[in-house]
Every structure is written in C-alpha cells, then in structure tokens.
C-alpha cells in the first residue's frame, strides 16, 4: 500500500512540475516576472524584464565616465597589499567608499584619524562593534597589523595630494 501512495504523490509531483514547465512562468519572467517587477518598483528600484537599449548620449556618457575611471586608477596612489586584499573590495581603492563612480559596500574611511581607525579596528576584532565580516577579516591580525593598517589609511589624504602633484 505504500508503494501505491508513494509512487501516486512522485506522479502528481512530476506532472505538476511539467504543467509548471509549460506555463512558462516560474522559469521564463511571464506573469511572475511582472509582479518581481512591480515590487521593486514598489521599492524604490526598477527591475527591467528585458534590457532598454541605450541612447547614443548615454552610451558615450558611459565610455567617458570609463576614460575618467581609468585615468583617476592610473594617478592614484600606492597602497600596500595588506589593504588591497583586505579592505579595498569593501571601501575602495582609495578609502573613499566609491569605486567606478559606485558606492562600495563600506563606508568611507578617507580623511579619518589614525586613532580613530584603530579603535573602530579594535572594537570590531573585539566584538565591541558588530560586523561579522570586518571580525572575520581582522581576527588574526595582531595590534600591530591594525596599527599598521590605521596609519596607512590615515594618510591616504597626504598620497592623494602627493600623487596629484606628480600628475601636473
């Protein structure tokens, strides 16, 4: 009796799963592509179902942002490979919170004081301050890793000038 029930439900199953299939919805946008749509509409966000082609003006407003990208990436500053591989993906290259012209997840740490900086990488090893990611990042480093770290990020605003003096 169980194999009947059991091999009953693995057909309605199937079959539900192709007539599913068939509507196109679930897989192909459809209807429910639409309502997806609607709601980030609804918040504050626009979800295109099918790509808008782009005005000439547009697509030469983006080739020029890019020319301007890849020269502020050319001039900019050095920083050391410790901050690349831990903090530039999050705060940008430069500490500046942008990166591309777009907002990086992290927030801006160009222009702040290396005593600060070491306290809120202090408290974020501790647990003081919450951010899984910033504690998993810094949880091997020892003080003077994050002392080095504030220090370099500190002076971020002198390289900038130094940097743009060279360029002129």
Same mark, same amino acid.
């Given at each position: ?61 983006? %080739? @020029?942002?890019? &020319? ?13 490979? *410790?901050? +690349?591989? /831990? ?57 003077? %890793? @994050?002392?080095? &770290? ?13 940097? *743009?003096? +060279?360029? /002129?």
């Amino acid at each position: 009796m169980r194999n009947i029930i059991v091999g009953f439900f693995t057909l309605l199953i199937l079959g539900l799963m192709a007539w599913t299939a068939s509507q196109g919805g679930a897989y192909h946008g459809g209807e429910h592509g639409k309502v997806i749509a609607d709601f980030g509409d609804s918040m504050g966000q626009t979800a295109a179902i099918a790509p808008v082609e782009k005005s000439d003006r547009e697509k030469e407003n983006e %080739a @020029l942002g890019a &020319l301007r990208d890849k020269a502020g990436n050319a001039g900019a500053f050095k920083v050391s490979n *410790e901050y +690349k591989s /831990k903090c530039a993906s999050c705060h940008g290259v430069n500490g500046s919170g942008f990166q591309n012209g777009k907002k990086m997840m992290g927030p801006p740490l160009f222009g702040q004081s290396e005593e600060k900086l070491y306290k809120d990488l202090s408290d974020f090893k501790a647990g003081r301050k919450e951010n899984m990611i910033m504690k998993g990042l810094l949880i091997r480093l020892d003080d003077k %890793a @994050l002392k080095r &770290l504030a220090k370099e990020i500190s002076e971020f605003p002198q390289r900038a000038k130094e940097a *743009e003096a +060279k360029r /002129k």
